[in-house]
């Protein structure tokens, strides 16, 4: 139990649909960040936020967007994806209220997403 | 942009066997993670190394960092069927202070 929920676990949408993903955290951490994983690839950051202000978004396609409501909740809304943006999607908190990695990040279970 | 070379990307071994992955940075790192990633699950923290020289274990896990922080290694002794997963490391450091993960490396073990 990591305390990084996320829902739905498993997510199937065709290219035109809209959906989101929803992250939780239940550790009092400041830092919240999206990552996508793609077999045979790194780790990808996808956007970072601190007390719910974006500090980065890693050149991500505007067909991904990210919300952040409060330090708890991050959201990411799709639509119009492609089928190359079938990956795990994972969210991940951390301590910090800066930004910069000294602190580990505990990660959730991920969404994983497959567009038809 | 930062890069992070892990290698190497699978293993197979028989349990009892060592393994040891290595991850090597472009540029010079302020610390760096290490992750685990079991089948079908989702990266777990392990450690965080800082300072250059620095050698940390945790029961057969034993970490090191290099001296001039651009490269870590992770080393595990008489691996079990437990260890079964992929090891990641994360690097922070140079103008980018962005946490890059290395592609990782797929550790599979033999009872």
């Known amino acids: 139990e990591t305390g990084v929920t996320q829902t739905p676990r498993h997510l199937v949408m065709g290219m035109t649909n809209k959906k989101s993903l929803k992250c939780e955290q239940h550790?009092?951490?400041?830092?919240m960040y999206w990552y996508k994983q793609s077999a045979k690839k790194p780790l990808e950051l996808m956007f970072v936020y601190n007390f719910k202000e974006q500090t980065e978004n890693n050149s991500v396609p505007s067909r991904f967007s990210p919300e952040c409501p409060n330090s708890s909740h991050l959201f990411l809304h799709l639509h119009t994806l492609q089928p190359e943006d079938s990956a795990l999607y994972l969210c991940?908190?951390?301590?910090?209220?800066?930004?910069?990695?000294?602190?580990?990040?505990?990660f959730g279970p991920g969404t994983r997403l497959t567009v038809t | 942009g930062q890069q992070v070379m892990q290698i190497p990307q699978y293993q197979h071994v028989q349990e009892g066997e060592d393994f040891t992955t290595y991850c090597n940075s472009s540029?010079?790192?302020?610390?760096i993670q290490w992750y685990k990633q079991r089948p079908g699950g989702h990266p777990v923290f392990l450690i965080q190394?800082?300072?250059?020289?620095e050698v940390k274990k945790q029961k057969r896990l034993t970490f090191q960092f290099g001296e001039a922080k651009k490269n870590s290694s992770l080393h595990i002794t008489a691996t079990q069927t437990t260890d079964v997963g992929t090891y990641f490391c994360a690097g922070r450091g140079g103008s980018n202070y962005k946490l890059t993960f290395g592609k990782g490396t797929l550790l599979t073990v033999n009872p």
């Open positions: 190394l800082v300072k250059s020289g």
């Open positions: 991940a908190s951390s301590p910090e209220g800066t930004y910069g990695g000294a602190y580990e990040q505990y």
């Open positions: 550790l009092g951490h400041n830092a």
């Open positions: 540029t010079t790192l302020s610390n």
